[in-house]
């Protein structure tokens, strides 16, 4: 049965290749900058599993993170980090809906990105509960729009109908 369910998870709310294709084409231009992904997942067969470092070039400082040390890539909660202009671009993809303290976790993206550094964030809309318990959150694009209102300019994209969107793609810079 928990076959069936994934299988039609991924049929019709799957957001990975849509959001895939979006980070594509953000990555295609850069070059030679420092990488910070949150929440690199577990590795899979290839050795990348969740994370998406191979859709950057090789010329960037990639380093994967995540909170559980089991993945193998360095520890770092994104609640409490501390880190003060030291990236720039931060990835965040599916990690704030499993984030209780999620406003205290967009504050230390935004400390640790350099001036003009952009940080790539993906939540689910709608989506079923995953990870339990720790799935907390849902966050529409308005409520982004209010989370991210520090950030200079900000882009936003959704997957689905504009009034049930399956996920939302934010871009924003410092």
């Excluded at 997942?41 to 990639?62: A, L, M």
């Amino acid at each position: 049965m928990k076959k069936v369910m994934r299988f039609l998870v991924r049929l019709f709310v799957s957001s990975r290749r849509w959001r895939n294709r979006q980070l594509r084409r953000f990555a295609a231009a850069v070059r030679g900058q420092r990488i910070l992904e949150i929440g690199s997942g577990r590795p899979g067969r290839d050795g990348e599993g969740q994370s998406v470092k191979s859709i950057f070039d090789p010329s960037n400082d990639f380093l994967q993170t995540d909170i559980v040390p089991a993945f193998g890539h360095r520890i770092l909660d994104v609640t409490t980090m501390e880190l003060h202009e030291e990236f720039d671009i931060i990835i965040c993809l599916n990690v704030l809906e499993h984030v209780y303290d999620f406003q205290a976790a967009v504050q230390r993206i935004y400390r640790a990105l350099r001036p003009g550094g952009k940080t790539v964030i993906h939540v689910p809309f709608v989506y079923p509960y995953h990870d339990e318990p720790h799935d907390y959150w849902r966050f529409s694009e308005h409520a982004l729009r209010l989370m991210l209102s520090d950030f200079r300019h900000l882009d936003l994209e959704t997957r689905g109908v504009s009034k049930i969107p399956i996920s939302v793609l934010a871009v924003a810079t410092k």
